[in-house]
């Protein structure tokens, strides 16, 4: 069965690496910050225990199933976010990417950084065709960081998310591998 590759990507001004034990006391931060939890459905309360599972477990199961990718996101030697590819069909070649920064790197346009950086390496360098991006509407950091990245939004889909509070409707974006590379100078 095929699989991502376990290394680091370096592109776009942000190094994406393997989950370490020293992430776990950042993403419990992160991801008991309360717009992270709005958007994302995690465990309330988000514990050290809840990340040290997603880094030890979670990640590394859905690495071995061949489905998803999960990714430590640093800018400069810090850890900033987790971006990750996940739902992988392999068959048709498509995937969709999942992602969330802690608030103290938001607004620097870090995520879009990462965004084409694991889309470009998914369709350069794994045999992806397509990667998708899907979105609650009222979610704008996240739609603003599809665009960025160069996705092109397709449509919503009903009813199709679920968050913590319910279920929500979904933007769908997309970048193929036939589309254009967005660039990013280094700030």
């Excluded at 309360?45 to 590394?60: D, G």
């Excluded at 999942?98 to 950086?117: E, F, S, V």
Aim: hydrophobic residues 40%.
């Amino acid at each position: 069965m095929p699989s991502f590759p376990d290394l680091v990507i370096a592109r776009h001004g942000v190094r994406l690496r393997p989950l370490g034990e020293e992430d776990v006391p950042l993403i419990a931060v992160a991801c008991s910050d309360p717009l992270t939890q709005h958007w994302l459905p995690m465990p309330r309360p988000y514990t050290e225990e809840s990340a040290r599972v997603f880094v030890r477990q979670i990640a590394r199961d859905e690495l071995a199933s061949g489905n998803a990718i999960e990714r430590a996101i640093e800018v400069d030697g810090q850890f900033v976010g987790v971006i990750g590819l996940k739902r992988t069909d392999w068959a048709t070649a498509q995937t969709e990417a999942g992602y969330w920064l802690g608030p103290w790197a938001r607004g620097r346009g870090l995520m879009a950084r990462a965004l084409c950086a694991i889309t470009d390496w998914a369709l350069d360098e794994c045999g992806i065709e397509r990667v998708e991006v899907r979105a609650a509407p009222g979610n704008t950091a996240s739609l603003a960081t599809a665009r960025r990245a160069g996705f092109v939004e397709e449509g919503t889909l009903r009813s199709a998310g679920l968050v913590y509070d319910g279920r929500v409707d979904l933007v769908v974006f997309s970048r193929l591998g036939s589309d254009p590379r967005p660039s990013f100078e280094r700030d």
